[in-house]
């Protein structure tokens, strides 16, 4: 079994693992994860694996709140052995009791949380987060509603998600001048393939004490090594729903990737997650599954190589950043 990784989220005490497993796929339709069992397998997979960081949101899954009501069934007796992470008010998928009201304010954040503790079936969240920025409500208002759910003992840590280097510097103003919790992680798209952060967020979690919690770490599952310029897995996410994203591949850098990490003797999986965990301000790779399989090679994959600066350099050749 694996011995895996932790690491204190940003300057708290809470312990996440080095990988997280991505809780999306619960509850999506056409996965393996669709119904209850095929989510209690993967969910108790991740634990068994020493993998406690658990990521969902209020809108994942085929209804509104499918994924955490499987993910409470699932952890019953459990609970206490994984850190909750969930996410609230996406400004494309909303509560659908809470249309009319800005996803931001202190009355969606108050109806929100209530509904993601009951399906979760628990009496707190661990790190509740702001899923996208809302711009009809000041961010004051939703740190000072965050405020009060942590003074009552319902949300630990907070975290915001979509938020562009200008927005993490105005919550954190906020947060000082009014005496609010700080937001102490970020939920940022990151990949070998989307680097943009590496310019202002980056630095901006780094100055802040941020931990980044990056999302599409893998480019979709490009990155798995299960991908080739011939195509993939059929029942992958990618060749159902999203086919256009390996047909449009920079192929020729990938494959150069995957030659590197043979070189050095880890598979691209390895190899991606190793170079994952050795960027600034990360906290944790979060990775979706929907078999055990996966989960394991996940698991296995975390601390199994550090890439050194020669490696970072080409790797940078490979993929630079972009502003």
Known sequence: MTSMPQRALADT?????????????????????????????????????????????EMY??????????????LAGRRDRVVIATKFGHADAKNPDLLDVPHGSRAYVRTAVEGSLRRLRTDRIDLYQVHTPDPETPIDETLSA???LVDEGKVRFLG????????VEEAERAATAAGHPRFVSAQNEYSLLVREADTE???????????????????????????SREGGPADSRIMRQRPHVATD??????????????DRGVGMLEGTIGWLLSRPAMASVIAGATTEQQVAQNAAAAGAWTPDAEALARIDELFPSRA
């Open 201 to 227: 967020l980056l630095p901006a979690l780094e100055r802040h004490r941020l931990g980044l919690l990056p999302y599409f770490p893998l480019a979709n599952g490009l990155f798995t090594g299960k991908f």
């Open 61 to 74: 899954g085929y209804e509104h709140g499918r994924s955490e009501s499987m993910m409470g069934r699932a």
């Open 249 to 262: 591949a920079p192929w020729d850098a990938i494959e150069a990737f995957a030659a590197l990490c043979a």
């Open 160 to 167: 915001h998600s979509n938020f562009m280097p200008a927005q």
């Open 13 to 57: 005490d809470l312990l996440v693992s080095a990988v997280g497993l991505g809780c999306n796929n619960f509850g999506r339709p056409g996965s393996a994860t669709e119904e209850q069992g095929g989510t209690d397998r993967v969910l108790h997979a991740a634990i068994d694996h020493g993998i406690t960081l658990l990521d969902t949101a």
């Open 146 to 148: 965050l405020h009060e």
